[in-house]
Nanobody, 122 residues
Framework: QVQLVESGGGLVQPGGSLRLSCAAS????????MGWFRQAPGKERELVAT???????NYADSVKGRFTISRDNAKNTVYLQMDSLKPEDTAVYSC????????????????WGQGTLVTVSS
């Protein structure tokens, strides 16, 4: 099984920056798309950004120009650089990955991290 471990959350003032990391470990053939989602209190989970193994990216309109997603395929790690943070960015950020299992059928699976809290407040 694949496990995702996030790090880098915390408290930051409005206008500040944070960098989240998510490392995948376990046994798998390869990882396809990786991404970040977030869920604010009382709201549904929403997409923040995704990145393919070829580094094609996709962003939610609300974070375009402020957040940057990247990945290091050699380390099976995805990053989210968050700049110009706003109070409305406060949420639990969760890492997501789609991967091919190292089995006969090359099963395509999805896995989630446990989430890391980002709080933007003065």
């Amino acid at each position: 099984q694949v496990q995702l471990v996030e790090s880098g959350g915390g408290l930051v003032q409005p206008g500040g920056s944070l960098r989240l990391s998510c490392a995948a470990s376990g046994r798998f053939l390869s990882i396809d798309v990786m991404g970040w989602f977030r869920q604010a209190p009382g709201k549904e989970r929403e997409l923040v950004a995704t990145i393919t193994s070829g580094s094609s990216t996709n962003y939610a309109d609300s974070v375009k120009g402020r957040f940057t997603i990247s990945r290091d395929n050699a380390k099976n790690t995805v990053y989210l650089q968050m700049d110009s943070l706003k109070p409305e960015d406060t949420a639990v950020y969760s890492c997501n990955a789609h991967y091919w299992k190292d089995d006969y059928f090359r099963t395509y699976l999805e896995v989630w991290g446990q989430g890391t809290l980002v709080t933007v407040s003065s």
